[in-house]
T-cell receptor
Framework: AQRVTQPEKLLSVFKGAPVELKCNYS??????LFWYVQYSRQRLQLLLR??SRESIKGFTADLNKGETSFHLKKPFAQEEDSAMYYC????????????FGKGTLLTVNP | DGGITQSPKYLFRKEGQNVTLSCEQN?????MYWYRQDPGQGLRLIYY???????QKGDIAEGYSVSREKKESFPLTVTSAQKNPTAFYLC???????????FGQGTRLTVV
């Protein structure tokens, strides 16, 4: 069974402060991991995926297989980063099952 | 509009009635998903389909049914057996591994 855990329901930081949204997963094979973001009144959309090793809007995430984690980080938070963030895991191989965590609501205060 | 259409946006039904939510896509993607989004619960997977005429149960399939007769369409039926049907339902589509899933705007179902 695959599972995604986001331990923080809510996270509040001040503008310019570093932010880290935690994500841990449980999966026996080689997972594909993603971070999705939902801004107010907008559709859920992809923020980044581990396979690309990219930085989007200043956010990065590193897959740590030893700790089964995929934490999302940004060194200096901006007010426009305020949103709901979801970590997601997709099965490897031919199974396309895509599982999400419960999400973390990030609020960046001025 | 992202190529994924969920209709209607709002749906009201009486308790005990079955209701079908529509999800149509023109992205030519193979995989389609149905999620339920409740406050504090995140997105919970109901059903998913990797190819036409094939689908698998997700984590909370009880009380729901789906069909995948066409690549473009993946309707979800909320049956009277679903104990708490009032929720926000999201449809998503994706292609092969490592690519993103695209989401529809969702349907808010209220059962009274």
């Amino acid at each position: 069974a695959q599972r995604v855990t986001q331990p923080e329901k809510l996270l509040s930081v001040f503008k310019g402060a570093p932010v880290e949204l935690k994500c841990n997963y449980s999966y026996s094979g080689s997972p594909e991991l993603f971070w999705y973001v939902q801004y107010s009144r907008q559709r859920l959309q992809l923020l980044l995926r581990h396979i690309s090793r990219e930085s989007i809007k200043g956010f990065t995430a590193d897959l740590n297989k030893g700790e089964t984690s995929f934490h999302l980080k940004k060194p200096f938070a901006q007010e426009e980063d305020s949103a709901m963030y979801y970590c997601a895991l997709r099965s490897g191989g031919s199974n396309y099952k895509l599982t999400f965590g419960k999400g973390t609501l990030l609020t960046v205060n001025p | 509009d992202g190529g994924i259409t969920q209709s209607p946006k709002y749906l009201f039904r009486k308790e005990g009635q079955n209701v079908t939510l529509s999800c149509e896509q023109n992205l030519n993607h193979d995989a389609m998903y149905w999620y339920r989004q409740d406050p504090g619960q995140g997105l919970r997977l109901i059903y998913y389909s990797q190819i036409v005429n094939d689908f698998q149960k997700g984590d909370i399939a009880e009380g729901y049914s789906v069909s995948r007769e066409k690549k473009e369409s993946f309707p979800l039926t909320v049956t009277s057996a679903q104990k708490n049907p009032t929720a926000f339902y999201l449809c998503a589509v994706a292609t092969d591994l490592n690519t993103e899933a695209f989401f529809g705007q969702g349907t808010r179902l209220t059962v009274v």
